[in-house]
């Protein structure tokens, strides 16, 4: 059989929900292993539950759960556990993003599972880690985007505190668990020892609050709202022009100077106050206004078509709509297909891991109805 990606032959069982979890074994699944998703009997992942629903079908499901199989097993059925029992020896991985302890209780927690399986991963996405004087306190990405300071760094410096437009505590957790994942795979081929893997939501959007913590730690600045600007790149946000915005994006001095130039503008490049970086950020409002006044002389698309002749970095702020329909999209083959049982083919997000070793389909299998592969696993471990 032909190799699917560089994780071909390597079996995950999923015991994640929601988001965190799943986006982290669609990666997986993205990469070529094959990822057998365990739901509780009757209503499956909770996220089967949310909308929007067309004919009934779950976008919100559909949209991270592709390339899985399904099946439903109750944990504290004697039967089920069997079953379940009988994946973890075939498995090289096990995911889950439960509570810390509720594994534990059922008997299927780390230490217990590496006694029967030495080979098998172990990896734990939740809200706080399983260490910590808050691994017990519940969460969801909103509440981590609060607690970890996320939101006090986004959205405009007047009004209401913003969440990000995605679950990024979510989506960001899961990318950290797949790579954590992928590095104890590596380590275990290198020495044979299994490793537990302990990704925290909390520390995962920590990190990448990147500069706004050494900032805060160095210079004892703390970091707040600023719309679209960077605290420490100037020009690099939104501007206006005669119909619409414009981002602008010029992070050192040879840009600064292409974008002074096409702007017609070249006295910026040796005015005192905008000579280097530290001195545009320090007179940000006065070269905003110069810069804007000027973009406001034509309109957004005109202007692009310029900076991209001079080489200048900037681009459209564009609806969803409007960015998948770039050429670029098709192009890295960002938008791939699902055939979906009652809608037929669905065009869904495709995957941004690109590998000259591995073909990236068009096509990926669609996400599992609910134990939708019980009898094909059960007659595989022996027990149809």
């Not at 097993?73 to 439960?98: G, P």
Request: glycine letters at 10%.
């Amino acid at each position: 059989m032909t190799a699917k990606g560089p994780l071909s032959g390597i079996t995950v069982v999923d015991l994640t929900r929601v988001l965190a979890g799943p986006y982290c074994t669609m990666m997986l699944a993205d990469m070529g292993a094959r990822v057998i998703k365990v739901e509780p009997p009757g209503l499956g992942d909770d996220s089967r539950q949310f909308g929007p629903f067309i004919q009934g079908r779950p976008c919100y499901f559909g949209s991270v759960n592709r390339g899985k199989e399904s099946i439903a097993l109750d944990l504290k059925s004697e039967a089920d556990r069997a079953v379940f029992e009988k994946l973890l020896e075939r498995a090289d991985i096990l995911t889950e993003n439960f509570r810390p302890g509720v594994l534990e209780r059922l008997g299927y927690g780390w230490e217990h599972l590496h006694e029967r399986y030495p080979r098998l991963i172990y990896a734990s996405t939740s809200g706080f880690g399983h260490a910590g004087p808050a691994r017990d306190r519940p969460s969801y990405d909103m509440v981590i985007q609060g607690m970890s300071g996320m939101m006090s760094v986004t959205g405009p410096s007047e009004g209401e505190p913003c969440r990000v437009g995605i679950s990024i505590a979510d989506v960001g957790s899961g990318i950290f668990t797949a790579a954590a994942v992928n590095a104890a795979l590596l380590h275990r081929e290198r020495t044979g020892e299994a490793s537990r893997v302990d990704i925290a939501m909390y520390d995962c959007l920590l990190a990448m609050l990147e500069s706004t913590i050494s900032r805060y730690t160095m210079a004892g600045e703390v970091g707040g709202r600023m719309g679209s600007r960077h605290p420490a790149i100037m020009p690099f946000e939104a501007f206006a022009t005669a119909d619409g915005h414009i981002v602008l994006a010029c992070g050192n001095d040879k840009m600064f100077g292409l974008l002074a130039r096409a702007l017609g503008l070249p006295e910026l490049i040796e005015d005192g106050r905008f000579r280097r970086n530290e001195l545009r950020v320090a007179n940000r409002e006065i070269l905003h206004e110069l810069i804007e006044e000027r973009l406001r002389g034509d309109r957004t698309a005109n202007w692009l078509a310029h900076f991209d002749a001079a080489g200048v970095p900037a681009g459209p702020i564009n609806s969803i709509d409007e960015a998948l329909s770039h050429p670029q999209v098709a192009a890295r083959n960002m938008l791939i297909s699902v055939t979906d049982p009652v809608l037929g083919p669905v065009r869904i997000a495709g995957t941004p891991l690109k590998f000259s070793t591995f073909e990236d389909p068009p096509t990926r299998r669609v996400a599992p109805d609910l134990d939708q592969d019980r009898t094909a696993i059960l007659a595989e471990l022996g027990l149809a």
